[in-house]
């Protein structure tokens, strides 16, 4: 009877700039009646995708008049206080990330973003995506109330090539989009490049989080357009709790945070009046 193995690779961790990437699982033991046999298992998964949220207020974007526009009252600038990231198929999201009470400050706060890599088994057609879904919390709503939660699909990152060993002229001219359609050449190097926004160098898939003014009921949009400031600075989110490596079955996807009340809202409205005046607290 089989055994369900779990690896954990917190102490090897797999570089985030992985190529070509296969896992391999080597069993040595007995199999049948065989004492000392040898099995070799393999999955071909995509490379790590980096999956890329952030703060993006001090615009909205205005699906009546294109493209994005700079906030106003009643778009305003607001910090995000917590934030909740799940994934998984299409109505089946597990808990991946979690920014929640009680930790102190804000998840994404002054165009900071959060950025959790991903790793997913090779799809069987570009429609056999992953879904994810992000939830920003905002402590004070605006009024619109809070800014609406964002979805994106993808089938993860690739970045292989169909030859052990290619020549540095291949590797000079990566070729993007494979997951759709695959190159006829005979040596090809497949690299989808993470990409920039506001002059930032951020992910394989982004979200900009902010408002929008249309009656969607979720934000997804991969693209914040050319026209806006580049960011004076970013920071990457370090807190928050990574829930992949739980034990067990990953949760299904939970209820929000709830945003404080009284005097943490106080505090956070004055970051956030601070901010729109250019003075950073």
């Known amino acids: 009877m089989g055994v369900e193995k779990t690896f954990d690779f917190i102490n090897d ?30 999955l071909d998964v995509r490379e790590p995708t980096i999956m890329t949220f952030w703060e993006n207020t001090d ?11 700079t906030f106003n009252s009643s778009y305003p600038l607001r910090a995000i206080r917590y934030f909740r990231f ?24 002054n165009y900071g973003s959060t950025r959790i890599a991903v790793i ?32 994106l699909t993808s089938v993860g990152r690739i ?8 020549s540095t002229a291949t590797q000079s001219s990566p070729q993007a989009d494979c997951n759709n359609v695959l190159p006829t050449t005979e040596e090809y190097w497949c690299n989808d490049p993470l990409q920039r926004r506001r002059q930032v160098m951020l992910g394989s898939r982004l979200q900009p989080v902010a408002w929008v003014t249309s009656s969607a009921s979720t934000f997804n949009t991969p693209d914040v357009g050319d026209t806006m400031t580049p960011v004076p600075s970013t920071s990457v989110q370090t807190l928050g709790e990574v829930r992949f490596n739980d034990a067990g079955a990953m949760a ?16 956070h409205e004055v970051e956030e009046v601070a901010r729109s005046l250019g003075i950073k607290l």
């Open 86 to 109: 799940c994934i998984g198929p299409t109505n089946d999201e597990r808990l991946g990330y979690w920014f929640a009470p009680p930790l102190a400050g804000n998840a994404m706060f």
């Open 59 to 69: 615009y909205f974007l205005d699906t009546t008049t294109p493209p994005w526009r």
């Open 252 to 267: 299904s996807c939970p209820t929000p945070p709830v945003a404080e009340k009284a005097s943490t809202i106080e505090l």
């Open 159 to 166: 970045a292989q090539s169909n030859r052990e060993f290619i």
């Open 120 to 151: 997913v088994p090779k799809p069987n057609s570009p429609a056999d995506t992953f879904r994810v879904k992000a939830t920003p919390v905002i402590t004070t709503a605006g009024p619109n109330g809070q800014i609406r939660p964002l979805e």
């Open 13 to 42: 961790p797999i570089p985030i700039n992985a190529t070509d990437l296969i896992l391999q699982v080597v069993y040595r033991g007995t199999l049948g009646e065989e004492p000392e046999s040898v099995a070799l298992g393999m």
